[in-house]
C-alpha cells in the first residue's frame, strides 16, 4: 500500500492497549504525542523509509537537544525543548512504522532503547555544561557527568531485569503484580514514590521543559542560579533513584 490513509496508519501502527502499556508508554505520548505521531508515520511509510533510520533520527534529535542546552541562554532552552518533542514524535513514529508495515526487528527494539540511554546522558551532561556558564571542567560539568551515569545505571537495572530472566531460562514478560517488592513496607514506599514522581525530573522530556523554565528565572535574576539549582537536583534524584530502583528490583519478584 503506497498512499495509506493516516486512520489506516493509525489503527495499524497504534493496536489496543498501546497507550496503556505499563513503564513503557510516555506521559506526554498519551496525553498528545499518539494523536500527532500517525501524520508523521503516514509521511514516513509513503515515502519508503523503514522504521531503524527514523530510530537513528530520533538519538540525533536527543544528542542534539543535549549540545544546544549547553550554550546557555533562553533560545537554547527552547530549542532543545523543541528537539525533545521531536524525539518523542520520532520514538512514536517509528514503532508505528515497523507495525504499520510488519517490519518490527529486534535491531529495531535496540536501538530504540540505547536511543533513549543517548538523549537522556546528552542532555543531563549538556545542563551541567550549561550551569557551568563555560565549556570547561568544573563542578557544575561533573555533576552532570554523575546524573547522567545515574540515569544511565537506572535504565540499565530495568533492562537487565529481561537479560537476567533470559539468561536463566524465563519469559520476557514480567506480570505487573511481579513489579511490587514483596515487603509490604517497601511496596508502600514504591507508591508513594511512583505517586510523587519524582524520578521524571532525570528523564528527557520532564527535563528539558524544566531546562526552560529554569531559563525563563536565570534571565530574570541575570545568573544561572535557577539552572544550578535544577543540576542539583538531578544529581540528588540520580543518585537516590539509582539505589531504590536496584532495591526495589531486587525485592520485587521481577528475578523469578
Known amino acids: 500500500m503506497s498512499k495509506p490513509s493516516v486512520a489506516e496508519v493509525?489503527?495499524?501502527?497504534?493496536p489496543e492497549g498501546i497507550k496503556?502499556?505499563?513503564?513503557?508508554?510516555?506521559?506526554?505520548g498519551r496525553l498528545y504525542m499518539r494523536a500527532i505521531s500517525p501524520y508523521a508515520s503516514t509521511f514516513f511509510v509513503r515515502l519508503g523509509v523503514p522504521p531503524n533510520p527514523i530510530t537513528y533520527l530520533m538519538v540525533?534529535?536527543?544528542?542534539?537537544?543535549?549540545?544546544?542546552?549547553?550554550?546557555?541562554?533562553?533560545?537554547?532552552?527552547?530549542?532543545?525543548?523543541?528537539?525533545?518533542?521531536?524525539y518523542l514524535l520520532l520514538d512514536c513514529s517509528d514503532g508505528e512504522v515497523a507495525r504499520f508495515t510488519g517490519r518490527t526487528s529486534v535491531t529495531g527494539v535496540y536501538l530504540d532503547r540505547i536511543g533513549h540511554y543517548f538523549a537522556e546522558v546528552a542532555l543531563l551532561v549538556g545542563v551541567g555544561i550549561r550551569a557551568q556558564?563555560?565549556?570547561t571542567a568544573g563542578g557544575w560539568v561533573v555533576a552532570g557527568l554523575a546524573a547522567a551515569l545515574g540515569a544511565a545505571l537506572i535504565k540499565a537495572e530495568t533492562d537487565n531485569v529481561v537479560v537476567a530472566r533470559a539468561k536463566a531460562?524465563?519469559?520476557?514478560?514480567?506480570?505487573?503484580?511481579?513489579l511490587n517488592p514483596?515487603?509490604?513496607?517497601?511496596?508502600?514506599?514504591?507508591?508513594?514514590?511512583?505517586?510523587?514522581?519524582?524520578?521524571?525530573?532525570?528523564?528527557?522530556?520532564?527535563?528539558?521543559?524544566?531546562v526552560v523554565v529554569a531559563a525563563v528565572v536565570?534571565?530574570?535574576?541575570?545568573?544561572?542560579?535557577?539552572?544550578q539549582v535544577l543540576m542539583a537536583a538531578c544529581v540528588a534524584v540520580a543518585a537516590l533513584q539509582t539505589v531504590l530502583h536496584l532495591v526495589?528490583?531486587?525485592?520485587?519478584?521481577?528475578l523469578r
Do not use: K, M, Y
Request: aromatic share 4%; with cysteine; net charge positive.
Open 10 to 14: 493509525r489503527a495499524g501502527g497504534q
Open 20 to 28: 496503556e502499556r505499563v513503564n513503557e508508554e510516555h506521559w506526554a
Open 60 to 86: 540525533v534529535c536527543g544528542v542534539l537537544a543535549g549540545i544546544v542546552v549547553a550554550f546557555g541562554g533562553l533560545w537554547s532552552a527552547l530549542l532543545a525543548a523543541l528537539l525533545i518533542q521531536v
Open 133 to 135: 556558564g563555560e565549556f
Open 169 to 178: 531460562g524465563l519469559s520476557d514478560h514480567v506480570p505487573a503484580a511481579a
Open 182 to 210: 514483596r515487603s509490604a513496607g517497601l511496596s508502600l514506599a514504591r507508591r508513594i514514590a511512583s505517586a510523587l514522581r519524582f524520578h521524571r525530573i532525570i528523564q528527557a522530556v520532564e527535563l528539558s521543559l524544566l
Open 218 to 227: 536565570d534571565a530574570v535574576r541575570g545568573d544561572l542560579a535557577a539552572t
Open 248 to 254: 526495589s528490583i531486587l525485592a520485587s519478584s521481577r
